[in-house]
């Protein structure tokens, strides 16, 4: 049980480090969403009389991967240090593969204009994010594997000379 100089003390010590990810979170998210959301608003007011809103679909897009994005930098860096960071990174690989796929329907995109079908095959561009996010997460096991190792090697016993 801890007392109440220990509490003091573990958010005294604990108080930069959710600083840091707050502010990390924000940041993130302002990048993620906020810029986008105006550059769509902005792109989306200059278009002709008549041209779809090929935004919209991908607004709610923004909105989620801003928020997996900030959550996992926030729970990484508030695990800093420890194997939970590991494996918060390796989550984020994950789950970021899943979603490429997704907002990029498995790679064909298919669009109605007036009279017109368009359809854009962005396969190899799904196939280079894929690779992308693919050495995020060997990168992310590495280091987990690193993490896990030096833990080892420090808890051995140091041998003496004789």
């Not at 220990?6 to 924000?26: H, Y």
Request: glycine content about 4%.
């Amino acid at each position: 049980m801890l007392e109440n100089g220990d509490t003091k003390s573990l958010l005294r010590n604990m108080f930069p480090k959710i600083a840091k990810a707050v502010i990390k979170g924000l940041l993130w998210f302002v990048f993620l969403y906020v810029l986008p959301t105006f550059m769509f608003s902005f792109l989306v007011s200059n278009l002709p009389e008549g041209a779809p809103n090929i935004f919209s679909h991908y607004e709610q897009l923004a909105l989620v991967f801003a928020v997996v994005v900030v959550f996992f930098v926030v729970a990484s860096e508030l695990t800093c240090g420890t194997i939970f960071q590991h494996a918060f990174n390796i989550g984020r690989a994950l789950i970021l593969m899943v979603f490429v796929v997704y907002a990029l329907e498995g790679g064909i995109i298919t669009m109605e204009f007036q009279n017109m079908h368009i359809i854009a095959d962005l396969t190899i561009y799904l196939v280079v994010l894929l690779a992308i996010n693919l050495v995020g997460l060997a990168k992310s096991v590495f280091q987990a594997i690193s993490f896990l190792s030096e833990k080892a090697e420090s808890q051995l016993p140091t041998p003496s000379p004789k």
